[in-house]
């Protein structure tokens, strides 16, 4: 019994001491040193990893190691579960994080506005309004939960794969299996296309699909390339149906805590380092997409028209989400 105790001791110690807020103390010219951790949501190949370890080396270069950033993939610090990790992060547990505005929209439904169906055609209508009134908008709601937004990465426009037929209309989408993440919009958004949503987690989708349990699923190409979804799906629809940014913040309590010249440093190289993310996903996409149509996935772009039938299908959900979004949001995510 007393070994036993001990040993859970010791376990909550360690927790303890990986979620806890940053360390900070003072330099022999009276400049406060910072040791910060960051989580990141996927692995250490990723390019949301590359563009956190960017800022921990900017950083720890230009302050000539005074201000440090450890880089923990995976959601380290909250088990992996990046619901929490966001929570962490407003609650000043974890000091920055790189998470998806889907995510955020556990904590504060108005996030979901950032990935409303068919709100963008393309990613130049992505950067319009994440360079004006919609990035500041969401900006003012991530201060509001706590969090000082540094940059916006890209997860990218999310498409849909399955293994029964190619989806071309809404009428190809009805009563497919379709895996989803388990946010409510989404699910209300396929029950209107007639599909059977389903929200396991996504570390089952592999064998879910293999198995025939799911007949599909939908993510961003990324996603789709390194968990090899083309050995267990034939087809794909590139449709853009919903976009997926990434927010790089840090704990605004702390943020504000610091000097004006560590604020305008850290502002300075989080947009760099975000700017860099979105820069490396362009690229790698390109890429992805086609070492996917040399696997043999059969890739699928609708027509406008095909589009328009979407839209047109889908429009019940602004109907019930724009009361929670806010009108004027809306407005500001509408290119």
Request: aromatic share 10%; net charge negative.
């Amino acid at each position: 019994m007393l070994l036993n105790k001990i040993i859970s001791m010791l376990v909550f110690a360690c927790v303890i001491s990986l979620v806890s807020a940053c360390s900070s103390g003072s330099n022999s010219d009276g400049e406060k040193e910072y040791k910060l951790q960051m989580s990141v949501t996927v692995t250490d190949t990723s390019t949301w990893y590359q563009a956190a370890e960017k800022l921990a080396e900017d950083l720890e270069a230009e302050t000539d190691g005074r201000i440090t950033v450890e880089v923990f993939p995976n959601e380290q610090l909250s088990g992996g579960d990046s619901g929490k990790a966001v929570e962490l992060l407003s609650k000043g547990n974890i000091d920055l994080t790189f998470n998806s505005t889907i995510i955020y929209s556990i904590l504060d439904e108005r996030f979901g506005v950032a990935s409303a169906p068919f709100l963008f055609k393309d990613l130049d209508e992505v950067d319009e309004v994440f360079n004006g009134d919609g990035g500041e908008a969401l900006k003012e709601i991530l201060r509001e939960i706590g969090v000082e937004p540094l940059g916006y990465g890209q997860n990218g426009f999310r498409q849909v794969t399955n293994s029964v037929r190619e989806i071309k209309t809404p009428e190809d989408i009805k009563g497919l299996k379709i895996r989803i993440p388990g946010i409510t919009m989404y699910t209300d958004l396929w029950r209107e296309l007639g599909a059977n949503p389903s929200t396991m987690t996504f570390s089952e989708v592999f064998t879910s699909l293999q198995q025939n349990t799911i007949d599909g699923q939908e993510n961003p190409i990324d996603v789709i390339h390194s968990s090899r979804l083309e050995e267990v799906q034939d087809y794909i629809s590139m449709w853009n149906y919903s976009y997926d940014p990434l927010v790089l913040g840090i704990n605004k309590k702390l943020f504000d805590s610091m000097s004006e010249e560590d604020q305008e440093l850290i502002t300075r190289l989080g947009a760099e380092a975000a700017n860099y993310q979105v820069e490396l996903a362009r690229k790698v996409e390109a890429e992805q997409i086609t070492e996917l149509e040399e696997k043999g996935m059969q890739f699928y772009y609708p027509t406008e028209e095909e589009l328009a039938l979407f839209k047109e299908t889908v429009q019940p959900v602004y109907d019930k989400y724009e009361a929670i979004w806010g009108a004027d949001l809306l407005e500001a995510f509408t290119p």
